[in-house]
């Protein structure tokens, strides 16, 4: 294994030449784009790290997968999906369009932005605060890592130029969807901020992967959100090229515009990777290609 990741790595660092940074958020755009790693923990305790695993980087859009999983926890099923759908949207995650003409008001599904934000609405908690530390506690326990924490020059820098995200957030109010638009805002720029590195990536996905027990032996999420949240990540974690990627790769994995990939191989193994340069769909060029050539090489997927 340990052979196989350092050569996936030489192989494919050089595809985040043809990447781009995510320099819309202005803190990202001052990423490395030919950084690149992955960590891989086995149901059997056994971790492998190839390239840049020190480097740490923020969830952003990874963070999705846990705010659903609270929001879930927060209410039942039906009262979470009357207001985000289940289905791929097939349409660039930032998109505006189908919340006006499908269903208007009703994101498609929770891991796009709009969703995303209706799903961190649902969260409970008397304050912002209290609500991004029950965001914080779930990714920590799953991590296993109890100093993860928020990055705040991302913060800052996202909540400075998330103009499309509040533009978004108003009109989901608008239809009801949302009720305070500034705590939800405030508490999803946070959550996006969240710093972890390919280790705690791969701890996440292995928690999934054992139906969220975590590798302290620790019962953190119900068994049957694991197997939910898994779901979503298979049809709809890799944006709109989420298709392509469960036939090439197979596994469910969620991305992030940082450059992350966290994916889960049920009963087998969590992966973390991270690779900031950015293919047209905004999944990680370099990691990606990694990713499928695991897949494939391991004949990992679940399909």
Do not use: W
Request: net charge negative; proline share 4%.
């Amino acid at each position: 294994m340990q052979a196989l990741l350092d050569e996936l790595v030489e192989k494919h660092r050089e595809k985040g030449q043809d990447g781009k940074l995510a320099d819309y958020i202005p803190q990202l755009g001052e990423q490395n784009p030919l950084a690149l790693g992955v960590t891989v923990h086995t149901v059997e305790g056994e971790e492998f790290s190839a390239g840049d695993c020190p480097v740490a980087f923020t969830l952003q859009s990874i963070s999705k997968v846990f705010t659903l999983i609270l929001a879930l926890m927060d209410h039942d099923e039906e009262a979470v999906f009357d207001r985000v759908g289940m289905e791929p949207s097939g349409d660039p995650f930032n998109s505006i369009y189908k919340l006006e003409v499908d269903s208007p008001g009703k994101p498609l599904n929770p891991m796009i932005n709009a969703g995303a934000l209706v799903v961190s609405s649902l969260i409970r908690g008397r304050t912002v605060d209290d609500r991004l530390q029950r965001v914080l506690s779930l990714v920590r326990n799953m991590a296993d890592n109890q100093e993860i924490d928020i990055d705040s020059a991302v913060y800052h820098s996202e909540r400075a130029t998330g103009y499309r995200n509040r533009a978004m957030a108003h009109f989901l109010k608008e239809y009801g969807i949302i009720d305070d638009v500034e705590s939800t805002l405030e508490l999803y720029f946070q959550q996006c901020a969240i710093a972890v590195t390919c280790d705690d990536l791969a701890q996440m996905g292995l928690c999934l992967a054992r139906l969220g027990v975590n590798a302290s032996g620790e019962s953190v999420v119900p068994r049957e959100l694991a197997r939910l949240v898994k779901t979503f990540m298979i049809t709809t974690g890799m944006y709109n090229a989420s298709g392509e990627f469960a036939i090439y790769a197979g596994i469910p994995a969620k991305s992030g515009v940082s450059g992350g990939i966290m994916a889960s191989v049920p009963e087998k193994m969590g992966i973390g990777v991270f690779g900031p340069a950015l293919d047209e769909k905004g999944n990680s060029i370099a990691g990606g290609a990694l990713l499928k050539e695991l897949s494939q090489t391991l004949d990992l997927s679940i399909f």
